[in-house]
């Protein structure tokens, strides 16, 4: 590292010769301060005066203080050695060795916790002396265990001081070598300087609370305890009042090194915060050359250099952007040239698709129409409410095809002796689906009303022959494989009996809110696989007052929704049947429409939905 200019060359040199000065200074001051508080201590918390009853303490004292205090200058001189070496190199202009301003960085960081360490270990050292001094040389008509006593008093009050002195030493030489930190660290990273202690600012907070909160507390108490003694001897007003006089000057000793750390720790706090909102006020204005000095080794420090590194890579954006403009601004040229060419060929494609558009416009109205018409045509199919009222009073017959026609479909034929009702859900749904419905419509009409069958088995048999048949999916050569399941009951209310058949699709009885459900074969109906001679069982069930019987495609069942989103289950459905069944049938068909909306949400419909209900 070089320094060219003059005068930042000697604002470098001055600085740095400034703090040395200062930290002598500051050893002296603080020593004092060490010294006041060893005073009271042995003025006020040890009455007995411990250290009188030595002889030649004062000179002892004296000439202890004298010969640590030379050897805690000799390890300054030696510690700052590099330091003054790099002073006097940037006074004569000359280059600082890497390896020298390592070690002076290092220093230089470590500056506070060497001196507060010397001045702990020199007051320390006094107190193992004068301890063990007085130990040796205390009045041999005292025991061994009150001659210790003394001497852990002396010991105690003069490492006390010693704590709060090299505290002071620590913060104050913090904030004293914060104003070279640039000289050392131009770039505003020190933090990383391999071998620098680092005291976080927790830490820091706990030993400025210790010494300005509990040791003055501890204080207090070692101090009413002594005079609590005392009044067993002397005058309890005389020892109140000399009680009052010395907690006051307790207090105000107590406020002074509030007072004195507090502005110490605050200061340390408030300035790189204080630089930082600096800092940020320029980037704002635009300014992204400004950069943050990290001036303590916690942190606050870490923090003012991970703001640096933000500011850093705020100017490599901002780089990058430039160059991306840059490069943009010249693409823009080139393209605008591009664009004219393709402007004309775009206007054309867009007449072309405009007449696209119409066509198909056009005839997705025709679609749209066709489908319109063919929902009327699949809905005619249906049998008429009216008279499914008047044939079927307590009942309700839920059709909802996923799109304008659907694959599924309901069918009733009334006759003398009873009442054909069938559930069939067909292949598919859509336009597919609608062709298979009009098959399966059209061979129920014929076998039910020309043929007269009214068993469900024989009517699941011959419709799987039609539908078979009629879709030519009994020959090898067939391109289709469709078909249908389908649920047919045949109620005799003369006979109180409901005849039951399934081809896949179940039957579910309710009574008294108890569930029977009765299963169709597993044999669906008009398939390639559809076997011809398959005879499907019937199931006869003895009908009486309350009971309610339904028929439902799996459209209901297989519906995805609810907070996972998942089908809604043959569970859940029949849960629902069994909860509103009691209730009037057109009472629950809106609940079931309203459950089933509830459960697929914005979710689409999976499937058509049909439901067939009915009771007595």
């Not at 005292?142 to 010693?162: D, N, P, Q, R, W």
């Not at 001036?295 to 890579?313: K, P, R, T, V, Y």
């Not at 069994?578 to 068909?589: A, D, G, M, T, Y």
Request: net charge neutral; glycine share 6%; with cysteine.
């Amino acid at each position: 590292m070089s320094i060219r200019k003059n005068s930042e060359r000697d604002v470098w040199a001055s600085d740095n010769s400034a703090l040395i000065r200062n930290i002598a200074l500051l050893e002296v001051g603080a020593n004092i301060v060490g010294a006041c508080v060893c005073s009271s201590y042995f003025l006020i918390f040890d009455p007995e005066h411990s250290l009188s009853q030595v002889e030649n303490i004062i000179f002892i004292a004296v000439l202890m203080t004298a010969a640590l205090m030379t050897l805690s200058t000799i390890l300054h001189l030696l510690w700052e050695k590099q330091l003054l070496q790099i002073v006097r190199l940037v006074r004569n202009d000359l280059e600082i060795p890497s390896e020298l301003l390592k070690t002076g960085r290092r220093k230089i960081l470590n500056l506070p916790f060497f001196s507060s360490l010397i001045c702990v270990v020199t007051w320390t050292t006094g107190a193992v002396i004068m301890s063990a001094y007085q130990f040796v040389k205390c009045d041999d008509t005292l025991v061994a265990v009150e001659k210790l006593f003394l001497s852990s008093k002396i010991f105690i009050g003069i490492v006390i001081s010693g704590s709060i002195t090299g505290a002071i030493i620590f913060f104050s030489l913090e904030i004293i070598s914060r104003k070279v930190w640039p000289h050392f660290f131009p770039e505003g990273r020190g933090l990383r300087t391999v071998g620098a202690y680092r005291l976080k600012l927790r830490f820091k907070t706990l030993l400025i609370f210790f010494l300005t909160s509990i040791l003055p507390i501890i204080g207090m108490a070692v101090l009413s305890y002594n005079k609590a003694k005392m009044m067993l001897i002397m005058d309890p007003g005389e020892v109140i009042q000399g009680l009052f006089y010395l907690t006051c000057f307790m207090l105000a000793d107590s406020l002074i090194l509030v007072i004195i750390f507090s502005h110490i720790f605050c200061t340390g706090i408030v300035n790189p915060i204080t630089d930082m909102e600096q800092a940020m006020a320029e980037i704002e204005k635009g300014n992204l050359s400004v950069s943050v000095m990290a001036s303590s080794n916690d942190e606050l420090g870490s923090l003012a250099q991970n703001f640096n590194m933000m500011i850093e890579g705020l100017r490599d954006r901002e780089h990058l952007r430039e160059q991306y403009n840059r490069r943009l601004r010249e693409y823009n040229l080139h393209l605008e040239d591009r664009v004219s060419e393709r402007t004309s060929e775009l206007q054309a494609a867009n007449l072309k698709l405009a007449e696209t558009n119409t066509i198909l416009d056009d005839s997705n109205k025709n679609i749209m129409a066709s489908l319109r018409y063919a929902k009327l045509i699949q809905r005619s199919l249906l049998p008429n409410t009216e008279t499914l009222k008047s044939d079927i009073p307590d009942s309700f017959f839920l059709w909802i095809p996923r799109e304008l026609v659907g694959g599924d479909i309901y069918f009733t034929e009334k006759f003398e002796d009873g009442t054909i009702i069938a559930v069939i859900d067909c292949t598919g749904h859509g336009v597919p689906g609608a062709f298979m419905t009009m098959i399966a419509c059209s061979g129920m009409m014929r076998i039910v009303r020309d043929e007269g069958c009214h068993d469900p088995a024989d009517i699941l048999k011959l419709l799987n022959s039609m539908v078979k048949t009629t879709l030519g999916q009994n020959t090898g050569h067939a391109l289709s494989d469709d078909g249908l399941d389908a649920a047919v009951c045949f109620v005799k209310p003369q006979d109180k009996a409901l005849v039951f058949a399934g081809a896949k699709l179940p039957l579910i009885c309710i009574r008294n809110k108890e569930t029977d459900i009765i299963r169709g074969d597993r044999q669906s109906i008009g398939y390639k696989r559809s076997d011809l001679n398959f005879n499907y069982t019937e199931h006869t069930v003895r009908i009486e007052k309350g009971m309610s019987f339904y028929m439902a495609s799996d459209g209901f069942a297989d519906q995805l929704g609810g907070k996972e989103n998942r089908r809604m289950g043959t569970r859940h459905f029949k849960n629902l049947l069994v909860k509103n069944s009691h209730l009037p049938f057109e009472k629950q068909q809106e609940l079931l429409i309203q459950a089933f909306n509830e459960y697929k949400g914005d979710n689409e419909r999976q499937d058509d939905v049909t439901v067939a209900g009915f009771g007595f």
